[in-house]
């Protein structure tokens, strides 16, 4: 068991709420980020969860704004202390092909998805270095790795995060703090229930699993490389994908 404190942003999605939960129970100190906890429900978000017997707390902060997330972060650490793991997992997209795509939809994809990692990262990696611990978990996605139609803000998004992810651990490696990415394939969440299912088949057809993964599968593999001994593991990508895309 660990009392490290964990900030998960975006943590209330359908990855991020079993992130929270898998590290809760390990003993971490989880908060989740959100955007407008009104709209979000995310008092009866956390009121569920404590129903399960997890104790997770959270904070508003749009992670695309870089004062935005100085000031969470110094929150943050006052009201929890200092910031051992992050999992930077917010995300959203804007799907089109780039020939019909606004300005908008590729700003908005990279500065929630891209510089957000940045602008939570800058903020608390000075705190890590000084402790010599952190663990930074990036989630990255396997459309990050292959492209895919429809998606080049993500995917750009998605493949620049783990560019990041590389550089960081090459900074970080001697002061104890790791980086690590992992890439999710076709997960089954709200947002995947969504798809018709005419679509959702042709999907599964593709994976050779033969299924959508779950999201405690993700949350398995952020929960491994945040241990403290996992130390040795920095710079990797782990895909978890049911052998969609498969590489070395």
């Known amino acids: ?9 975006g943590g209330n999605g359908g990855i991020g709420t079993e992130v929270c939960k898998y590290l809760a129970a390990l003993g971490y100190r989880v908060v989740s980020t959100c955007v407008n906890a009104e709209k979000e429900n995310v008092r009866g978000w956390q009121e569920g969860l404590r129903a399960e017997g997890y104790d997770v707390a959270w904070v508003e902060c ?7 997330c100085g000031a969470m972060a110094e929150q943050v650490q006052a009201e929890h202390g200092n910031v051992d793991i992050l999992v930077n997992l917010a995300g959203i997209t804007r799907d089109a092909f780039i020939h019909k795509m ?11 998805n891209l510089n957000s990692a940045f602008n939570v990262t800058r903020h608390l990696i000075d705190g890590m270095r000084e402790r010599g611990f952190g ?3 990036n989630i990255s996605s396997v459309n990050g790795q292959t492209g895919q139609f429809g998606q080049t803000n993500y995917s750009a998004a998605k493949a620049g995060l783990h560019g990041f992810t590389m550089a960081l651990a090459k900074e970080g490696a001697r002061k104890g703090i790791t980086a690590n990415t992992v ?3 076709y ?11 005419e679509v ?20 398995r593999v952020v929960a491994f490389l945040a241990a403290d001994d996992s130390e040795y593991i920095n710079g990797a990508n782990i895909p978890v994908n049911g052998a969609l895309f498969t590489s070395f």
């Open 62 to 68: 749009d992670v695309s704004d870089y004062d935005a």
């Open 102 to 112: 606004g300005k908008g939809d590729w700003d908005a994809v990279v500065n929630v």
């Open 200 to 219: 959702r088949d042709q999907i599964i057809a593709q994976v050779p699993a033969g299924r959508m993964g779950r999201p405690e599968e993700i949350a």
């Open 1 to 9: 068991m660990t009392n490290r404190v964990a900030l998960v942003t």
């Open 135 to 137: 663990r930074v978990v």
């Open 187 to 197: 997960i089954d969440t709200s947002m995947t229930a969504a798809i018709p299912q």
């Open 183 to 185: 890439s999710p394939g």
